[in-house]
């Protein structure tokens, strides 16, 4: 089934400004997001920006890369946009990646994209947790999976019930979804857990999540991140 990538790449994130250019061996972490994503069965592979240099650096190896408002308050904003401008049709299928999951390979890509390909609403994967400790991470977000309702946490505690996992930084949905969204006012959970997600959740959308196939790797928040993605991986130098 056709369908295409798009990575919103923010430069200036609060955690972590300029995060997407970082090195990661002789590429930028925005690079190495892109490449994997090419590997996928995506009819395309588009970077929404709306920073000059982020811009600059991404034609070096793409043309598929477009300025979007710097109005947009998250990525899926941002590739609401992007859809907007190419004229995309409300059937078409998008997998939002994020730039800072540069170890999440393509067979994750190719899953999501079939199992939404028959989903209203959002999409997503999770993953094993791997360490208790993420349960405190606020860094890390966790996936609360209870019967069919589906939460999203920073912090979970033992009053959460339900089985917990490892949320993955990667969403499918239609255009006309993306619309939609572009409409909602943010939502109180969007807000306090800066959770692009929640604007679904509290609109009453659908939400699917789905086991990753392959280990997503490190996400990379912080700058502790980076140097552990660094320490931990023969393939960067």
């Known amino acids: 089934m056709k369908f295409y990538v798009v990575i919103p790449a923010r430069y200036n994130s609060s955690r972590f400004p300029g995060k997407v250019l970082a090195d990661i061996g002789s590429k ?5 997001a892109f490449e994997n994503a090419m590997k996928s069965k995506a009819s395309g592979v588009f970077i929404a920006t709306d920073n000059d240099k982020v811009f600059q650096v991404a034609q070096k190896f793409t043309k598929n890369v477009f300025m979007t408002s710097d109005s947009n308050i998250n990525g899926t904003e941002r590739i609401a946009e992007l859809a907007k401008i190419l ?58 999976i209870n019967n069919s309702k589906i939460s999203f946490y920073r912090e979970v ?19 006309r979804d993306l619309k939609a969204y572009k409409h909602l006012g ?15 959740v ?16 490190v996400s990379i928040d912080s700058l502790d991140n980076l140097n552990q993605l660094k320490g931990i991986n023969h393939w960067i130098i």
């Open 186 to 200: 943010q939502s109180s959970n969007e807000k306090n857990l800066s959770l692009e997600q929640y604007r679904f």
């Open 28 to 32: 930028t972490m925005l690079e190495h």
């Open 87 to 144: 004229e995309w049709p409300d059937e078409t299928l998008v997998i939002n990646l994020q730039a800072d999951m540069p170890q999440l390979q393509y067979d994750n890509i190719d899953l999501l994209a079939d199992k939404a390909r028959d989903n209203l609403g959002l999409s997503t994967l999770y993953y094993d947790l791997q360490s208790s400790d993420l349960k405190k991470d606020r860094n890390a977000v966790k996936i609360c």
């Open 157 to 175: 505690d033992k009053a959460v019930k339900g089985d917990i996992f490892r949320h993955i930084g990667i969403y499918a949905y239609y255009v």
């Open 202 to 217: 509290d609109n009453g959308y659908k939400i699917s999540a789905y086991l990753a196939t392959s280990d997503p790797g």
